[in-house]
């Protein structure tokens, strides 16, 4: 079973207009990226995928208009990051589980909470504090972390850098997640990226609470940093908390594996300490859904 617990909507539901194409070379460090992409181009990516967490990223109440990827914008005007979750999973129901994004400084916060619960059956959440720029530890936060561990849904965090210039790197360090999980030990948390490249922090954390995992999303094609945060985690002891995740349209799942499956020959190569391919086979067919305990 492929769950894949990282993956954004894609920006139009139908096919993608010439003229809207988006190219971007930041994500990856130079290497080529389209940001565009259609309903289609999404059920194809996870044509060998179970399951997916698919989600968008809600706006600074402060700049509504200002969205973290760019403007999805070929959906109807009325629809919203979560509208848009929601209606993508109609697609596939079985496959594709929406995941909401609130703002908690947003006051009508609890008012979405309850109708993209309620609604549109959202199963977790997606927060990028520094996207988002709120602090992770705030006490607006804090009553959201509580509803969140009460109704027992998981939140994927945005972990390391971006970039995203106006996206304070500081809000999106493990350190926060530390302390959240100390407040609320039954909230379920996933480190997104191994919070790269701070993998270290984030092993730190995932080691100490039973609730907190990371995801393996948009890793191999740093393959140093990538090959580092990895056999880190497997000298930690703590590969077995770590789910499998593409970050699409960054990346593909079919991308991801073969990068976790290439390990291998780069420890070969670079005469480094192989991590074992149990671990990686362990990371690939994982049931996040199981063990998040998700209905
Ligand atoms: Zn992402």
């Known amino acids: ?99 909401m994004s609130l703002h908690p400084l947003d006051p009508k916060i609890n008012d979405e909470y309850d109708r993209c619960v309620g609604d549109l059956g959202c199963k977790g959440i997606k927060l990028g504090p520094n996207y988002q720029d709120f602090p992770p530890d705030c006490e607006d936060a804090f009553k959201l972390y509580s509803r969140l561990e009460h109704d027992s849904l998981p939140i994927v965090f945005h972990q390391g850098t971006s970039p995203i210039s106006h996206a304070p790197l500081m809000y999106a360090s493990p350190q926060y997640i530390d302390k959240i999980a100390m407040a609320f030990p039954k909230l379920k948390i996933i480190l997104a990226h191994l919070a790269h490249p701070w993998q270290v922090d984030a ?53 991801t594996i073969e990068g976790l499956l290439s390990l291998e020959k780069f420890a070969i190569d670079h005469h480094l300490p192989k991590i074992p391919n149990s671990e990686i086979q362990g990371i690939i067919n994982r049931n996040a859904i199981e063990l998040l305990k998700m209905s």
Do not use: C
Not at 8 to 17: A, F, K, M, R, S
Not at 32 to 55: A, C, G
């Open 203 to 255: 092993l730190s954390v995932v080691r100490k609470h039973k609730n907190v995992w990371a995801d393996v999303s948009a890793q191999f094609y740093r393959p140093w940093s990538f090959w580092n945060g990895m056999r880190l985690f497997y000298e930690w002891g703590v590969t077995e908390k770590i789910f499998f995740g593409s970050d699409w349209p960054i990346t593909t799942p079919n991308e």
């Open 1 to 99: 079973m492929i769950v894949d617990v990282h993956t954004h909507i894609p920006t139009h539901e139908n096919e993608v207009p010439d003229s809207e194409i988006k190219l971007d070379t930041s994500m990856k460090s130079g290497i080529t990226t389209k940001l565009t992409n259609s309903v289609r181009d999404y059920l194809e990516s996870f044509k060998n995928v179970e399951k997916t967490f698919v989600f968008g990223i809600a706006p600074r109440p402060w700049k509504p208009k200002d969205l973290v990827l760019g403007n999805p914008g070929g959906w109807p005007k009325n629809f919203n990051h979560n509208d848009i979750a929601y209606k993508l999973s109609t697609y596939n129901p079985e496959k594709i589980i929406p995941f």
